[in-house]
């Protein structure tokens, strides 16, 4: 991520052992879930992984053997924490948003917070840090949005007069953002993560 974010994406953990995997001819979804089930991670395969496996993926970790059927078949993974998402890169969205009234620094800050970061997908901003560019799978890229939402749901005094509704607004004492990821959620109160 661009001005000093560490790319702290939730980790995918995974054994460091020799993860041995033989195919005569399979199926490359049936052939990612099973590798899911094998580790015990909860896996999302979009329709648009598409592809036979032939022959035998030399022996390596876990971590290699995802990535190497990644290269090959032209796939990209994002871990959310609680699931594995994986799609064909072809599905890699690109969105640009506008970050006022957060600003970049504090909407990065969020993204490490919530560990949604990683530094396969940078964010790029614009020279006054007001407008962002996310690319990446359409789980990371969802995430990046909804934080981006989250945030300015907090700061509703900030938008333009125009914007706000003509009856005025008590402020509450507390801003709640539920953010959910896979089977897990988190709080974040008044912009701290509990």
């Known amino acids: 991520m661009a001005s000093g974010s560490g790319g702290v994406a939730a980790p995918l953990t995974l054994p460091d052992i020799p993860y041995?995997?033989?195919v005569i001819d399979q199926d490359l979804a049936a052939a990612l879930q099973e590798f899911g089930a094998n580790l015990g991670l909860k896996v999302s395969i979009s329709p648009e992984v598409k592809g036979r496996i032939q022959?035998?993926?030399?022996?390596?970790?876990?971590?290699?053997?995802?990535?190497?059927?990644a290269?090959?078949?032209?796939?990209?993974?994002?871990?959310?924490?609680?699931?594995?998402?994986?799609?064909?890169?072809?599905?890699?969205?690109?969105?640009?948003?506008v970050l006022n009234p957060i600003g970049f620094d504090?909407?990065?800050?969020?993204?490490?917070?919530?560990?949604?970061?990683?530094?396969?997908?940078?964010?790029?901003?614009?020279?006054?840090?007001?407008?962002a560019m996310v690319s990446g799978p359409p789980r990371f890229v969802a995430?990046?949005?909804?934080?981006?939402?989250?945030?300015?749901?907090?700061?509703?005094?900030?938008?333009?007069?125009?914007?706000?509704t003509a009856t005025p607004r008590i402020p509450s004492r507390a801003t709640v953002l539920t953010v959910y990821r896979g089977s897990g959620t988190t709080f974040i109160r008044d912009g701290r993560p509990e």
């Not at 022959?55 to 059927?69: E, V």
């Not at 909407?107 to 020279?127: G, K, M, V």
């Not at 934080?147 to 300015?152: D, Q, R, Y």
């Open 106 to 131: 504090a909407f990065a800050s969020a993204l490490d917070a919530l560990r949604i970061t990683d530094s396969r997908f940078p964010l790029r901003t614009t020279p006054g840090k007001n407008v």
């Open 143 to 164: 995430l990046v949005e909804q934080t981006l939402a989250g945030l300015a749901a907090e700061k509703p005094d900030c938008l333009k007069p125009s914007l706000q």
């Open 55 to 69: 022959g035998r993926i030399p022996d390596g970790t876990p971590q290699a053997f995802l990535d190497r059927l």
């Open 71 to 97: 290269a090959i078949y032209n796939l990209e993974w994002y871990y959310d924490g609680g699931v594995l998402f994986i799609t064909s890169a072809k599905e890699n969205r690109t969105q640009l948003l």
């Open 20 to 22: 041995r995997y033989t």
